[in-house]
């Protein structure tokens, strides 16, 4: 199979816990020739690579706020 990483998005809720929202948020690629990430039911997170080396950024969004990770593939 292909390679991957898995990729987990936490943040804090009302009561200042902080939660896994791994698979409440959208995730996307800057550049997906060189990294794509999937938002596909129990893929959510896993980031694959695109055949390329270079840079792109995998970005976890929620409404309102979005946390950003670079990814160097060489």
């Known amino acids: 199979g292909s390679d991957y990483v898995k990729l987990r998005a936490k943040g804090k809720n ?7 929202v791994t698979k409440r948020v959208v ?7 060189v990294a794509r990430v999937s938002n596909r039911e129990g893929e959510q997170g896993l980031a ?3 055949g390329k080396e270079g840079m792109a950024q995998i970005v976890a969004s929620l409404p309102g706020t979005s946390f950003v ?3 160097d593939i060489t």
């Open 14 to 20: 009302a009561d200042d816990e902080i939660i896994d």
């Open 69 to 71: 990770a670079r990814a």
């Open 27 to 33: 995730w996307s690629s800057t550049n997906e020739q």
């Open 48 to 50: 694959f690579g695109g």
